[in-house]
C-alpha cells in the first residue's frame, strides 16, 4: 500500500516595492518541494511622499517618518490580512533626506496615516491615498 504523508496547508505571500502584497490560492503539499507552476498576480500600490518640516517650515533632516495604511477590506484577502507579511506591509517607517523628503511605494489605496517625529516634536497627517499621494508633515 502507498502511504502519502499527511498534506499541508500553505499560503505562500510576495512582497516587493512599489507592489501590494500578493498571495497564493491555498496549497495542500504533500512533498517538502513545490512540484507545480506557481503564478502570482500582483498591482502596483500607490506611492505616498512628501516632506517633514519644522514650525517654520524648514525642512527636517534625519526625522523618524511612520506609515499606517487602512485599506478597505476587499482590497486583501483574510489569509492575507492575517499573515505576518501584511503588518509589515500596512506598518513602514523610513528617515527623511537632507531636504527632509520620504518616499513610501507600494501603498494600497485607502486610508492612511502619516506621522513624523524629531527632536521631541511630533505631527502626523491622515489622508485618502490615490494614486501618488504628497503629504508634508509639520512639527510641533
Known amino acids: ?3 502519502l504523508p499527511p498534506a499541508v496547508v500553505r499560503h505562500l505571500h510576495a512582497e516587493a516595492n512599489g507592489w501590494l502584497l500578493s498571495s497564493s490560492q491555498t496549497m495542500l503539499l504533500r512533498t ?23 514650525a517654520g517650515g524648514r525642512p527636517v533632516a534625519n526625522a523618524n517618518v511612520q506609515l499606517r495604511a487602512a485599506p478597505a477590506n476587499h482590497v486583501f484577502s483574510t489569509e492575507q490580512r492575517q499573515s505576518i507579511a501584511f503588518a509589515r506591509t500596512m506598518n513602514r517607517s523610513t528617515r527623511t533626506v537632507e531636504d527632509g523628503s520620504y518616499v513610501f511605494r507600494g501603498v494600497p489605496a485607502g486610508r492612511v496615516v502619516v506621522a513624523a517625529d524629531a527632536q521631541e516634536l511630533r505631527g502626523n497627517v491622515e489622508i485618502e491615498a490615490t494614486l501618488d499621494s504628497r503629504v508634508d508633515v509639520t512639527l510641533r
Open 32 to 54: 517538502p518541494t513545490l512540484t507545480e507552476v506557481l503564478l502570482l498576480v500582483t498591482r502596483r500600490g500607490t506611492t505616498v511622499s512628501g516632506r517633514v518640516l519644522d
Open 1 to 3: 500500500d502507498l502511504v
